[in-house]
């Protein structure tokens, strides 16, 4: 599949594919714009069913990057890359070292960090062979708790929009995927009061989440119809489809997820429905928010890296009430928002 006319190709400044035949690295780094500044964006390893869904994914992540540091107001571009093989398979620290190699090759214009099947120590073996990295244990480290902390804090916004008060005591939740971050978020909810309903790939995930926080288990394909007040994707993207649509009951739809909506119009049918829609890249900033503080001159601040990380909720009411006022949809909304800080070229 050819880049440059591909659906999710949006003036990409650099696509480059790497491959390492010695350690068996295929990878992609996607840098959509350093319009703000460097591109960062976590490496995310995963055993792509093909080449062109792996292009997919790095196209649509990285864009989302640079819409995502743009909205939190800090002064980085968007990037991505993803590493393409099984995780329980391929990792070893000649692979993550020939990727820091391919990294250090675009001299700064490309910061990684984790992502999905990524931990800070993979990370850890990259900075062996590039500075240009972030999430670095002993700095701002893994940014996953910051990430459920701005989730909360983002549901909590939009519950207040929603149903006219941010307290969760009582709201029902359904949450899809228990990993790092939905495992967090769940810690949040449950401390509040909201009741769970869970499920993941992972039996364990949620036998734990059942154990802990006294969930309600359900399969994978049946999180979309519960009664919940409120649903929240954690696993993979594309989770809001024309058929998931059509099942969910839930009145606000604000996850952690990245690439929530299928396809872009996929955020006016939620608004038709009268489900409200949490922008994915707005309520998920909180570990990229950190990953940042890390990266001043100044060095790492974890009070000020919270502080701005709970400064989601008011940019969510904003994305909100503009929606309402223009009468567009919040997925619509928020990339006018953050294409208007692109232009002016600062945050």
Known sequence: MAVFNHPEFENHEQVVFCADAETGLRAIIAVHSTALGPAVGGC???????????INDVLRLSRGMTYKNAMAGLPLGGGKSVIIGDAKSIKSEALFRAFGRMVHRLSGSYYSAEDVNITTGDIMMVNKETPYVAGLEGKSGNPAPFTALGTYRGIKAAALHQFGSD???????AVQGLGSVGYYLCEYLHKEGAQLIVTDINPAAVQRA???????AVGLSDIYGVDADIYAPCALGATINDDTILQLKARVVAGCANNQLKEARHGEVLRQKGILYAPDYVINAGGIINVAFEMRPQGYSEAESTAKVMAIYDTLLTVFRRADAEQQSTSVVADLMAQEII?????
């Open 44 to 54: 995310r390893l995963w055993n792509y069913e093909s080449d062109e869904a792996a």
């Open 167 to 173: 307290n969760l005591a009582g709201k029902t939740v």
């Open 210 to 216: 059942v154990e802990q926080f006294g969930a309600t």
């Open 343 to 347: 232009r002016r070229g600062k945050c």
